[in-house]
């Protein structure tokens, strides 16, 4: 059927350009934003001083947003309905022949319901999670992401360079039904780094420092009977269960912070073999720390975690007047250590409380490795505008986490494999410029959902600790059921009357439906719409 409705396409597509008139060439409508950026490794990279590399005209896009998602097919912390408006800017412009900036900023706003989960706004390797102990109190979620990044590089002599950077994000959430919770996220990220062009060679290093914070705070509205418990999960929803009240992880007296920093430093090597090949590295390390409470003499640290980040990428590229074709690989690990702190609460004269520690006890070791390896082809490109597209490769997940309480441990490792396609073809038409796209993806996952151990055998007066089982077989099904994602777009450019701006059209589909499920899901498929309007000038 999909091959049927693919060769259908391509079809129409065909017939359209040969109907149509060859619109006039315009340098605006031969251009295409992702295009430009994503033509070159180094400006998709962290190293903001080889901006400078940059060797078009200014080029700027604004657009506005609206999507809609529906389906049962949704994580623990997701939700089965979704609408998000988004509005975003984006430009590189040449300031002079030594100086180039960037700039994005991007406002998302997004409503959601039947949501409960994690309380946390972002579970990407997250130390640890809290998620409410009940499914009967799923409610509404609203959210507000604001974000703001620029950077700009600087020519100092013959090409060589130095550049900083900055990328900020806040973001504030909102759960509408008891237990509620309000969180307030800020992410700020800087780097600074130098470009050394050295011939047939080119060397990049930057550093890079990173601090979020994520502030939580639960409540209940009113009064009310009605116990509550959240079950602090240190891995594979296995922990702790804390009963609602004014002090703790969820206590509704104190704003209860997340806290992350990180320092890192990426190396880059670029060889231009000849004139059509390229081979691009970079390699970055980070170090990462955190905790979850606050850091004084009279509050309490709760958790302190630290992690070690190793990435790599790499891109071949083979150039021709007309065509590049890119071979991408990339591979980053992380290894997580989460430790509780063991503290004694004392009275000083003053009768206020302080807080003494001696020791910390491990709750949770994780280990998340993500590779991937692709093709992309750009191929009829006039200008900065291919006329075919098509991108195909393979993304491999590994996670590996393991949760303690002793004498008691529960380890989980999970393996996921996804091969896709893509392809997007151009037309150019009598006013304007028609693409249409289509997309295929299949993933499997493997793995047991979890295995309960021991270190010793447990006394009889220690038992086992408890589990979220309902999350954790929702979590594994989501992560490891066989999978078909199909998606198709339909976009179409033109200049706007009596304006020198790119104007367009675009409209998106995805369909993902899963197989194998069981009854810990919402259900089997889940189906996202999206509609752009933007301008590029």
Not at 60 to 65: F, I, L
Request: hydrophobic share 35%; net charge neutral.
């Amino acid at each position: 059927m999909s091959k049927f409705l693919f060769s259908g396409a391509l079809l129409v597509l065909s017939s359209l350009e040969a109907q149509a008139q060859t619109v006039k060439t315009d340098s605006l409508l031969m251009r295409d934003f992702s295009y430009v950026m994503q033509s070159d490794p180094w400006l998709m990279g962290n190293n903001p001083s080889a901006l400078i590399r940059f060797g078009s005209s200014t080029l700027s896009e604004a657009t506005v947003s609206m999507t809609v998602g529906n389906g049962g097919f949704v994580n623990y912390d997701q939700s089965p309905h979704t609408l998000t408006f988004g509005a975003s800017a984006e430009s590189v412009y040449r300031l002079s022949p030594r100086t180039v900036v960037y700039g994005r900023m991007s406002y998302q706003n997004e409503s959601s319901s039947n949501m409960a989960g994690s309380a946390f706004l972002n579970t990407y390797h997250l130390p640890f999670d809290i998620v409410e102990d009940s499914l009967t109190n799923e409610g509404d979620e609203h959210r507000d992401t604001y974000h703001l990044k620029g950077g700009v590089g600087v020519d100092i002599w013959h090409g060589w360079s130095v550049g900083a950077s900055f990328d900020f994000t806040a973001a504030n959430l909102a759960k509408y039904k008891d237990l509620r919770h309000q969180n307030k996220v800020m992410d700020l990220t800087f780097s600074a780094g130098f470009y050394l062009p050295l011939g047939h060679i080119s060397l990049g290093a930057n550093y890079l420092y990173r601090r979020s914070t994520e502030n939580i705070r639960f409540k209940v509205y009113g009064q009310s009977d009605k116990v509550y418990k959240s079950l602090i999960a240190y891995a594979n929803f296995m922990g702790q269960v804390e009963q609602f009240t004014t002090n703790g992880y969820t206590g509704s007296n104190n704003e209860q912070p997340l806290f992350s920093a990180r320092h890192g430093a990426s190396v880059q090597l670029d060889w231009r073999i000849t004139p059509q090949w390229q081979w691009y590295h970079s390699m970055m390390a980070q170090y990462r720390s955190g905790y979850y409470g606050r850091e004084s003499a009279y509050t309490i640290t709760y958790m302190r975690h630290h992690s070690h980040i190793y990435t790599y990428q790499s891109r071949l590229s083979y150039r021709l007047p007309t065509s590049l074709h890119r071979m991408d690989v990339s591979i980053s690990a992380e290894r997580l250590e989460n430790n509780q702190n063991a503290y004694l609460e004392t009275l000083n004269e003053q009768g206020a409380s302080q807080y003494e520690y001696f020791g910390a006890v491990k709750t949770g070791d994780k280990l998340w490795v993500d590779t991937h390896i692709g093709y992309t082809g750009d191929m009829g490109i006039d200008y900065e505008l291919p006329r075919w597209s098509v991108a195909t490769g393979v993304n491999i997940g590994h996670r590996k986490q393991t949760g303690y309480r002793y004498p008691y441990y529960r380890r989980q490792r999970l393996n996921q494999v996804q091969g896709y396609v893509d392809a997007c073809h151009r037309i150019r038409l009598r006013q304007g410029i028609l693409q249409a796209g289509l997309q295929f993806a299949y993933q499997k996952g493997s793995g047991d959902v979890y295995e309960d151990l021991t270190f010793a055998e447990p006394s009889a007066q220690q038992t086992a600790p408890p589990s979220m089982d309902a999350y954790l077989y929702r979590d594994y099904e989501y992560y490891t059921a066989p999978q078909v994602k199909v998606g198709a777009a339909l976009k179409y450019s033109f200049v706007f009357p009596q304006t020198r701006m790119k104007t367009y059209v675009e409209g998106k589909c995805t369909y993902l439906k899963a197989y194998n499920t069981d009854a810990y899901l919402k259900g089997d498929a889940y189906t996202t719409v999206m509609l752009i309007v933007g301008v590029d000038f």
